[in-house]
């Protein structure tokens, strides 16, 4: 068990609609990754949080946007979902995640929501 | 930009035997970490070993060590004693060690699916 916990495990659902995917990162860890991980692209960076800020934007669809919350938690907004969505999302956490320097931080992973756009 | 390229889709060893799985990478910075994760059918990420590039010596944790070649940027993962509990996909991981903008994200190859037969 990483201590990153993400909801809801599965989730499945029609094209154009909306979800949301939660993600509680390790206690004391500022930094939280998303990560897609599908059969066309692979496992690939999305974006990442740093204490309610966002720090980094990777290969994000616009129709995909993300928060971070006063609590520190994650959630990933998903809409006019496509076929190609489907897939699994994964979130990370880590301790730090912009700070100049050369401290190396684990990133923990989420055991992921599986998502299924029929 | 980073790339990594894992040019073995699937490996096959015996239980006991010893395993090498291939990594490849590219980029213009000298400061790094490379990773291998580890991704079982449950699907979650376990980092097997990690290797920081200014460090000469190869990374070992039990069974598991890399051959790390800075200049030909190749980063091979040995497995020796191959277990049962080993046949999973593995994913070869390089991340900056810059802590500024996407340097923190994890940019992953395309996997290797390891079989372990009896």
């Known amino acids: 068990d990483s201590g990153v916990t993400q909801t809801p495990k599965h989730l499945i659902t029609a094209t154009g609609q909306r979800v949301t995917l939660r993600c509680s990162p390790r206690?004391?860890?500022?930094?939280v990754y998303w990560y897609q991980q599908s059969l066309d692209q692979g496992l690939q960076f999305l974006i990442q949080?740093?204490?309610?800020?966002?720090?980094a934007k990777g290969n994000i669809l616009e129709r995909f946007s993300a928060q971070q919350f006063p609590d520190l938690h994650s959630e990933l907004n998903l809409s006019s979902l496509e076929l190609g969505d489907s897939a699994l999302y994964f979130c990370?956490?880590?301790?730090?995640?912009?700070?100049?320097?050369?401290?190396?931080?684990?990133?923990?992973f989420g055991p992921g929501t599986r998502l299924t756009v029929l | 930009a980073q790339t990594v390229t894992q040019s073995q889709p699937e490996m096959s060893v015996q239980e006991a035997e010893t395993v090498t799985l291939s990594c490849t990478y590219d980029?213009?910075?000298?400061?790094?970490?490379l990773f291998w994760y580890k991704q079982p059918p449950s699907r979650q990420m376990i980092l097997v070993i990690r290797?920081?590039?200014?460090?000469?010596q190869n990374a070992t944790e039990n069974r598991f060590s890399v051959n790390f070649q800075k200049a030909a940027k190749s980063f091979s993962l040995k497995i020796s004693d191959s277990q049962l509990g080993d046949a999973a996909m593995y994913f070869c991981?390089?991340?900056?060690?810059?802590?500024?903008?996407?340097?923190?994200?994890?940019?992953f190859g395309t996997g290797t699916r390891l079989q372990v037969t009896l």
């Open positions: 990370a956490s880590s301790v730090e995640g912009g700070v100049a320097g050369g401290t190396y931080n684990e990133q923990f």
């Open positions: 980029t213009s910075e000298s400061d790094y970490y």
């Open positions: 290797q920081e590039a200014y460090k000469q």
């Open positions: 991981a390089y991340r900056s060690a810059e802590h500024t903008g996407t340097a923190s994200k994890l940019t």
């Open positions: 949080y740093y204490n309610g800020e966002e720090r």
């Open positions: 206690s004391g860890d500022l930094s």
